[in-house]
T-cell receptor, first 110, second 113 residues
Framework: GQQVMQIPQYQHVQEGEDFTTYCNSSTTLSNIQWYKQRPGGHPVFLIQLVKSGEVKKQKRLTFQFGEAKKNSSLHITATQTTDVGTYFCAGSLTGNQFYFGTGTSLTVIP | EAQVTQNPRYLITVTGKKLTVTCSQNMNHEYMSWYRQDPGLGLRQIYYSMNVEVTDKGDVPEGYKVSRKEKRNFPLILESPSPNQTSLYFC????????????FGAGSRLTVL
């Protein structure tokens, strides 16, 4: 069945270092979304990418969607303690079924 | 305040005792869905509903039932819970369509003994 793999599972960084998480799908996606879940919280929508090769930025966060629409990445520049949490990608083929990655848990060491 | 409300937030039950987790949204969203979150597995979709009286299976529907009799409510029913259904459950809703941005509830932590 449809799978979305996400790496790494865990990442510890010093505050100020950069962080990247990667998602790979076994099939071509119609779009991909990214969510952040703070410890003890619920997933919160960050962004959606739809077009092949799309790049979007939100302040220190940069999101990319691959040319083949099968992979995506989230890059955080100069991490802060407020970035702590688990980041999930969620791929969709039809807009109705979502295939979440396993998540990357980010720890930022002050 | 626009939100998705789940109840109960925490529940400990025993094998075989039927339970229902309620989910309600006040945003007039067409689309609603249920997920379970387990360590190392991320979020897996259980069921989703595109509109009233329309429901479809997600990736892991076995052991669960849902209904969508009203637009705002989408309860998750465990007819005969088993220990492997111990998990953190999230309900989510959205406007639907191609730009299907999910708004999640706070989560319901279920333990089946």
């Amino acid at each position: 069945g449809q799978q979305v793999m996400q790496i790494p599972q865990y990442q510890h960084v010093q505050e100020g270092e950069d962080f990247t998480t990667y998602c790979n799908s076994s099939t071509t996606l119609s779009n991909i979304q990214w969510y952040k879940q703070r410890p003890g919280g619920h997933p919160v929508f960050l962004i959606q990418l739809v077009k092949s090769g799309e790049v979007k930025k939100q302040k220190r966060l940069t999101f990319q969607f691959g040319e083949a629409k099968k992979n995506s990445s989230l890059h955080i520049t100069a991490t802060q303690t407020t970035d702590v949490g688990t980041y999930f990608c969620a791929g969709s083929l039809t807009g109705n079924q979502f295939y979440f990655g396993t998540g990357t848990s980010l720890t930022v060491i002050p | 305040e626009a939100q998705v409300t789940q109840n109960p937030r925490y529940l400990i039950t025993v094998t075989g005792k039927k339970l229902t987790v309620t989910c309600s949204q006040n945003m007039n969203h067409e689309y609603m869905s249920w997920y379970r979150q387990d360590p190392g597995l991320g979020l897996r979709q259980i069921y989703y509903s595109m509109n009233v009286e329309v429901t479809d299976k997600g990736d892991v529907p076995e052991g669960y039932k849902v209904s969508r009799k009203e637009k705002r409510n989408f309860p998750l029913i465990l007819e005969s819970p088993s220990p492997n259904q111990t998990s953190l459950y999230f309900c989510a809703s959205s406007l639907g369509g191609l730009t299907n941005v999910l708004t999640f509830g706070a989560g319901s932590r279920l333990t089946v003994l």
